[in-house]
């Protein structure tokens, strides 16, 4: 292992444990010996040090890199109308069996198979792509933890906006330290209730629930998105849970996207039929969430914003595209003055 490579990056949180290293980056907290791998594959011991293989390792193609519309994140109340630099490398902390980008999260032995971005260079590519900000994504962004801290300084320098896309299982120093280096938004996966996390994903939901409190308590912008699969988090009792939680512990102008599902990777349930999202939509509004969006079907009334207050259209969409604003001054609504959560607005074009 040539530790001179640049992909080769000492790990910022680990600790010695006897002739192990345990990694604090994430709350799996691997314990590693010497030559070995943790659960990831992204993190090895190399005589007693432990360090990531994919700093600033992108996955080649139209994967590893696009200028996306912060719709697609998806993000419906932080900057919308922007584009976002999107990244993203290999492998994965979850163990999802439906997973949609398992092209790339399910893919560890590809790892030294992309190209090297520097911080700088992904600064760089950003500002000529017309970005206005970034986006860690496509994988689970916690693997490229040292990179997302540089390339959120360099950022921030600039005055561009930093986002996560993320199952939200980093540990808590790691994601303080992300907000630290400049992180603004997340929208964080709540893939199911404690039992269908724990069995499918591996994980424990309390960890990412106190990681989206944090988050929130700390002034960055929160967006949740579930993708509702059947047989596993479609029932009532699941989806009223999380909305709950939503409201209780996120406040009820937190974004909820409930999307469909299609058949990917090792699962091959049915695709969710519209009625069934449209029931998630329905208990999430019932919950008393005031931004419930239904996603993945392009084109339908549920990914437009209205204003909870008298049911006003203030942002309508079309998948990705805005093709109407209709907000007042401090981004309120037009009609009654009901204030709207809205981080940064893009009104029809930006300029910088």
């Known amino acids: 292992m040539d530790i001179n490579n ?8 680990q600790e010695k444990i006897n002739n192990k290293v345990r990694c604090l980056t994430c709350e799996r ?4 010996e010497n030559g070995k791998l943790g659960f990831c594959k992204t993190r090895k011991n190399i005589d007693g040090e432990l360090y990531t293989l994919v700093y600033g390792e992108v ?10 519309p912060i719709e697609k994140k998806p993000f419906f109340h932080f900057w919308p109308g922007s584009k976002a630099l999107t990244i ?9 069996p439906w997973c949609q980008n398992y092209d790339m999260s399910k893919r560890p032995d590809k790892i030294g198979d992309g190209y090297f971005l520097s911080p700088e260079e992904f600064i760089e590519i950003m500002e000529k792509m017309g970005c206005q900000g970034t986006s860690i ?9 040292e990179y997302s801290l540089h390339v959120f300084k360099l950022a921030k320098k600039k005055n561009y906006y930093n986002t996560y896309v993320t199952n939200g299982y980093m540990t808590d120093v790691a994601l ?3 907000i630290d280096a400049g992180l603004d938004a997340m929208n964080i996966d709540i893939k199911g209730d404690k039992n269908a996390v724990k069995k499918f994903c591996g994980a424990d939901i309390e960890k990412i629930w106190r990681n989206a409190k944090i988050a929130k308590e700390e002034g960055i912008w929160i967006e949740l998105t579930t993708l509702v699969i059947p047989g596993i988090n479609d029932n009532k009792k699941c989806l009223k849970e999380i909305a709950e939680r939503i409201k209780v512990d996120l406040g009820k102008d937190t974004p909820w996207h ?12 049915p695709e969710t039929n519209f009625e069934t999202v449209k029931m998630a939509w329905e208990i999430g509004r019932k919950a008393g969430l005031d931004y419930v969006y239904i996603g993945n079907f392009p084109g339908n009334l549920y990914e437009n914003t209205y204003c909870p207050e008298c049911n006003e259209v203030l942002i309508a969409r079309d998948g990705f ?24 607005l893009i009104p029809a074009k930006f300029d910088r």
């Open 176 to 178: 303080k330290m992300l």
């Open 6 to 13: 640049p992909r080769t990056q000492k790990v910022l949180l």
């Open 29 to 32: 907290r691997c314990t590693i």
């Open 88 to 96: 993203g490398t290999w492998s994965c902390n979850f163990t999802c």
């Open 137 to 145: 994504s496509f994988n689970e962004p916690t693997l490229l933890f």
């Open 258 to 269: 409930v999307n469909g599902y299609y058949p990917a990777y090792k699962f091959d349930a």
């Open 59 to 68: 996955a080649p193609g139209f994967y590893g890199i696009q200028a996306n």
């Open 321 to 344: 595209d805005i093709t109407k604003i209709n907000l007042y001054q401090n981004n309120s609504c037009p009609k009654c003055k009901y204030p709207i959560p809205i981080i940064g």
